[in-house]
């Protein structure tokens, strides 16, 4: 791996480009009051279904996309130097959407928490399913970088106010885990190298 995958892996580019778009969005409903509403999960309602994949995009606030863009840089950035990395984002996303979809409470659920603890639970589930330094290495750094970021992960992951999408953090995590599992490492090929 050369030095500078080492300081920016290359998956850490779809990560921004995600960001990118979420920015954009946000402008758009901010400037021309794009209806982004239209964008997120409403539970059970087919008519949102949609969201499943455009929900993580749309914000309620600038407030709500700052905090999230913060949390996806940390996460997405030590994700991203994962094997797998976009498989894993792939199912992130869509069991994620679908779990709020099918169990969600009511509401329009938006936003990025659910990506976001969703690689929380990948990078917790790479240390304990791979076993391996990088893995492990990983979630440590992230625990230390959102402790320096003042972001809590418990009081993040099991927020239950009014205003906070908890089934997605849930869902979000526990996708990130079952992603984790699903793209580890074969233990043949581990324990051959």
């Known amino acids: 791996m050369s030095k500078r995958a080492l300081v920016f892996p290359a998956n850490f580019k779809l990560v921004l480009y995600a960001m990118a778009v979420m920015i954009l969005v946000q402008l758009l409903g901010s400037v021309i009051g794009l209806p982004v509403g239209r964008l997120g999960i409403i539970p059970h309602n087919e008519y949102y279904l949609s969201g499943i994949i455009t929900a993580p995009f749309v914000h309620g606030s600038w407030g709500h996309l700052m905090s999230n863009l913060v949390g996806l840089t940390i996460s997405g950035y030590l994700a991203a130097r994962l094997p797998k990395f976009k498989s894993a984002t792939l199912l992130i996303l869509v069991t994620t959407g679908l779990f709020v979809w099918l169990f969600a409470g009511s509401g329009n659920h938006i936003g990025a928490s659910g990506l976001v603890m969703g ?35 418990l009081a993040t992951l099991f927020d239950f106010s009014a205003q906070t999408s908890s089934s997605s953090h849930i869902f979000g995590f526990l996708s990130g885990l079952g992603a984790a599992y699903l793209t580890r490492a074969s233990r043949k090929r581990v324990l051959n190298k």
Do not use: E, K, Q, W
């Open 119 to 153: 690689y929380f639970g990948l990078l917790l589930g790479a240390a304990l399913f791979n076993r391996n330094v990088l893995a492990v290495l990983s979630f440590i750094a992230l625990l230390i970088l959102t402790y320096y970021a003042n972001i809590s992960f």
